[in-house]
């Protein structure tokens, strides 16, 4: 377990500070190590593979729409298409969702608590990317609000999904 809160933690602190520093593929980088770390260690490595990959998706698509109506703005990466977040963001995705099997397992059936940590913790994260300089809400209001309602819904499916290897 302390692999696994230490893992997220150096992913998230080496893709927002990378990005913040201009150094946007050092997350990727770092982030991908702690992941396939975590993949080799899982009990059931292909489901936690897929996982990750769907949490990625869905980061890609949920991202997508604040970038694409100008809620959000990130800096440009080198090689990669500026109409997808970057991919540092969507390395957070599945760092994120790393944490679901193991840290935060004690959540996965208490529904009215994932959906009020999504509403509050996304956005939190988002802010907290923003004032470290990895990204701009640039309608700070409607960026907020589109984040909280959408994690408040996407972690309890998140957390549905991952119990799901328990089936």
């Known amino acids: 377990m302390l692999f696994n809160i230490l893992g997220f933690q150096i ?16 997350g ?14 899982a009990m059931n490595p292909a489901f936690e593979f897929k996982f990750l990959a769907i949490a990625a998706i869905i980061g890609i698509i949920f991202d997508g729409i604040p970038q694409s109506l100008g809620w959000m703005s990130f800096s440009q990466v080198s090689f990669w298409p500026d109409v997808l977040p970057p991919p540092w963001m969507i390395m957070l995705w599945a760092l994120f969702a790393s944490t679901m099997n ?15 940590i999504g509403a509050v913790a ?46």
């Not at 980088?29 to 080799?40: E, N």
């Open 102 to 116: 193991i840290s935060l397992n004690w959540l996965k059936h208490k529904q009215f608590l994932t959906i009020l």
């Open 122 to 167: 996304g956005p939190l994260s988002y802010w907290s990317g923003a004032r470290l300089g990895a990204l701009e809400l640039t309608n700070p209001s409607a960026a907020i609000i589109y984040l909280s309602i959408g994690w408040g819904f996407i972690v309890p499916v998140l957390f549905k999904i991952a119990a799901s290897k328990d089936d």
């Open 28 to 41: 990727v980088i770092v982030s991908c190590l702690v992941l396939f770390v975590h993949i080799t260690r």
């Open 11 to 26: 992913g998230w602190f080496s893709c927002v500070l990378g990005s913040a520093n201009q150094l946007p593929w050092l």
